[in-house]
């Protein structure tokens, strides 16, 4: 779970912000339907075009469990109508937050776009304070626990690897985000064993559980894998999942060696999980897949597939200069910080790999949420959503061009103040974070205003970087690893954690 979601979340003018940006504006037919004539004004026949609505969502009267969450979520007037006079369907009085975000789920699938979705838990968090006005301080306070136990259901219950978020951890990352204050240790201790003892789930239609039933029964009597998965991450999550798309296109394939030199965060990786492990590896939509037999289209990704694979949104390809015991090695530095070698054939395929995936990055990563600004004691780092652009090319190097000149003036205004020699040593290592993360994210930006202006989309389907079908690639002699493999599980790339810690200055020192 991360600090930089809670203290977005619980801005309110981050949150309005967000939620007016990049938005699908248009309503659906239903919507039209219901309600003709303009909805920007909220005239009577409006309101009672959204209390009848609403009413058939909650019976679900021709409508099904996932269809609620997207005519709740929309960026529009007569959607939000739609959405109040839904949630007064649900009466949270006396009840505790997690009862009541349990009590919700029980109604519908929290399924859409991850704006959608936050937008329906905007409502929910509306609706509980007005349930339970001298509960918790502020609707914005119900929104960041909301938003906490949300992460914390993915962080205890998700596919992730690694050490689960502790009770103490779980109530420092919340600190100092109650309008400046701190939320009862007592409250956050019993939101935090509600959800480790049961995570939280919403409804599923019934046809989607006979579906799942049913599809696991052929798995099985076909002798296929029955656990393979459709996400890389945690669908308990509404603002970190990663979609795996069968149909997305391939920009790249062929053998990769991998090391893993950083975990989430920049954490240096225990030694024991560092050793070089060759994979057939496929740059497919915004996902780099990692698998140890050679791509067929028709065969269903494992469990262990989706596990490996590694996410490019936001990411950054480079060549890695200064590792010199291999050659043709290129580092990888995803959105949550984590660092990745990967060795080529050959220097024409390194920088192949490269430029693909920089242009990937470019071409579809969604622009940021604004950075986490509820707590001044820790900088943190912006969300990173992981869901595909909605703008055109035009837009997105606009969009690009912005950031990297927002980023240029915050890195210049930021270096013109450099902490005094009398401060102590941890203010002087949150300068050094911050300066670390602006120039990191100089050169990102850089590098994706010249790619859009080289052409983008172009550049994917063909041109520099090798083509962009798939072809058939054999194992290279020149992949062998130094020492012999170690099996390693790779954490999903989920959008952020924390804030951030650089990774190591260079690469060369202490990689064995």
């Known amino acids: 779970m991360a600090s930089w979601c809670l203290s977005y979340c619980c801005n309110a003018g981050v949150k309005t912000a967000l939620l007016e940006a990049h938005s699908e504006m248009g309503s659906t037919e239903i919507l039209e339907k219901e ?7 909220c005239t009577s026949s409006n309101i009672e075009a959204a209390k009848r609505l609403a009413k058939r969502l909650y019976q679900l009267d021709r409508f099904k469990r996932s269809d609620v969450a997207k005519h709740l979520g929309k960026n529009n007037e007569f959607s939000k109508l739609v959405a109040e006079e839904y949630l007064k369907f649900f009466d949270f009085t006396g009840m505790t937050l997690d009862q009541s975000l349990r009590y919700f789920f029980k109604a519908f699938s929290l399924v859409g776009e991850t704006q959608e979705r ?3 838990l905007v409502h929910f968090s509306n609706r509980y304070f007005y349930c339970n006005p001298d509960t918790i301080a502020s609707q914005d306070g119900v929104h960041c626990l909301t938003c906490a136990m949300m992460l914390l259901n993915t962080d205890l219950h998700g596919h992730n690897i690694g050490k689960k978020m502790t009770c103490q951890e779980f109530i420092a990352n919340l600190q100092g985000v109650d309008e400046g204050g701190d939320f ?4 956050l201790k019993a939101l935090y064993n509600s959800i480790k003892n049961e995570k939280l789930e919403w409804a599923v239609d019934d046809e989607e559980k006979k579906k799942s039933v049913s599809e696991g029964a052929d798995e099985k009597a076909n002798g296929t894998h029955p656990k393979s998965i459709s996400r890389i991450g945690s669908t308990t999550n509404p603002f970190l999942d990663i979609p795996h798309d069968p149909n997305a296109a391939v920009y790249k394939s062929g053998f990769l060696a991998r090391k893993i030199h950083a975990d989430m965060d920049g954490k240096k990786t225990p030694r024991g999980k560092r050793g070089w492990k060759t994979f057939y590896a496929v740059l497919k939509g915004t996902v780099l897949y990692l698998q140890k037999d050679e791509y067929k289209p028709e065969k269903a990704l494992s469990e262990e597939d989706l596990k490996n694979a590694v996410s490019v949104h936001h990411a950054l390809a480079s060549q890695a200069t200064d590792y010199e015991k291999k050659p043709n090695v290129l580092k990888l530095k995803t959105a949550d910080w984590r660092v990745l070698l990967f060795q080529a054939q050959s220097p024409e395929e390194m920088q192949g790999w490269i430029s693909k995936i920089n242009c ?3 071409v579809f990563s969604a622009p940021p949420f604004p950075a986490a600004i509820g707590s001044q004691k820790k900088f943190s780092r912006p969300l990173l959503p992981a869901t595909t652009t909605k703008l055109s090319q035009e837009e997105q190097l606009k969009s690009h061009e912005s950031k990297l000149r927002q980023i240029t003036t915050e890195l210049a205004e930021h270096r013109s103040y450099p902490p005094d020699k009398k401060v102590k040593a941890k203010e002087v290592d949150e300068y050094k974070l911050k300066d670390h993360y602006l120039e990191f994210e100089k050169t990102r930006y850089e590098m994706y205003v010249r790619l859009l202006k080289e052409g983008g989309l172009e ?11 798939l072809k058939k690639s054999h194992s290279s002699p020149s992949l062998n690893p130094d020492t012999s493999p170690v099996t390693a599980k790779v954490k999903r790339n989920v959008s952020e954690r924390k804030e951030h810690r650089p990774e190591t200055p260079s690469i060369k020192q202490k990689v064995t």
């Open 360 to 362: 990937v990055a470019a």
């Open 184 to 187: 009862s240790k007592d409250l």
């Open 459 to 469: 550049l994917l389907s063909g041109g520099r970087g090798g083509p962009a079908g």
């Open 118 to 120: 936050e937008r329906v």
């Open 35 to 41: 309600a003709s004539g303009g909805l920007s004004n």
